[in-house]
Every structure is written in C-alpha cells, then in structure tokens.
C-alpha cells in the first residue's frame, strides 16, 4: 500500500507561479513512474507530466515549457514547478504512482489550484 499527500495548491495571479509537492510513504518498488494529473470542472482528468525513478520525463504538449516536473527519491517526493500560469490551468492537481511491475497505480487526493484575478 502507498499513500499520497500534495500539497501548493492555492490562489495565484495570472503569469504567476506555484511549486506542488507530493510525498509518498509506504512499500514503493524501484521502477516506478510518478506523476501529476489534473481535473479541471466539466472535464475529464488529464495527463500534466510524468517522471520516472531515473529520472525520465514526459510532458503534455500544452505544459511544455512552463511546468517542469522533479523528484526526490530520498524522499519519494515529486514536485511540480508551474511558471506563467493562466486561467486554463485552474484545476484539482492529483499526482499518481505506477508501481509499473506491480500493476500497481495509488492516487493522492489532490490540490487545488486556482489561477484568476
């Protein structure tokens, strides 16, 4: 079992920034991908960027540029650096962990972001 905390979401500007964290504790295999997600009201979830265990990234095209994700293994920690941010990205921000030669995926609850005047 894996559990998953975020945290930094919150209120911020147009053009500005947020820095959300996420740690997991439990039993976490090596070869595993993390990664964040987002839900925006009305929309389906959608893939904001994974990284794996050595480092790998993958980002959607619309983040590309702005958002930079990272991780600690020390701590089983992700982050997620969000620059620039716009009205669109107003979201709940979930980071995930695939245990992938488990088929394993845990899901934190998520963390409000919210990005207007």
């Known amino acids: 079992q894996v559990h998953l905390v975020e945290s930094g979401g919150g209120l911020v500007q147009p053009g500005g920034s947020l820095r959300l964290s996420c740690s997991a504790t439990?039993?976490?295999?090596?070869?595993?991908?993390m990664g964040w997600y987002r839900q925006a009201p009305g929309k389906e979830r959608e893939l904001v960027a994974t990284?794996?265990?050595?480092?790998?990234?993958d980002y959607a095209d619309s983040m590309k540029g702005r958002f930079t994700i990272s991780r600690d293994n020390t701590k089983n920690t992700v982050y997620l650096q969000m620059n620039n941010l716009r009205p669109e990205d107003t979201a709940v921000y979930s980071c995930?962990?695939?245990?992938?030669?488990?088929?394993?995926?845990?899901w934190g609850q998520g963390t409000q972001v919210t990005v207007s005047e």
């Open positions: 995930s962990i695939d245990l992938v030669n488990y088929g394993l995926i845990y």
């Open positions: 439990g039993t976490i295999f090596s070869g595993n991908v």
């Open positions: 990284i794996t265990d050595v480092g790998s990234t």
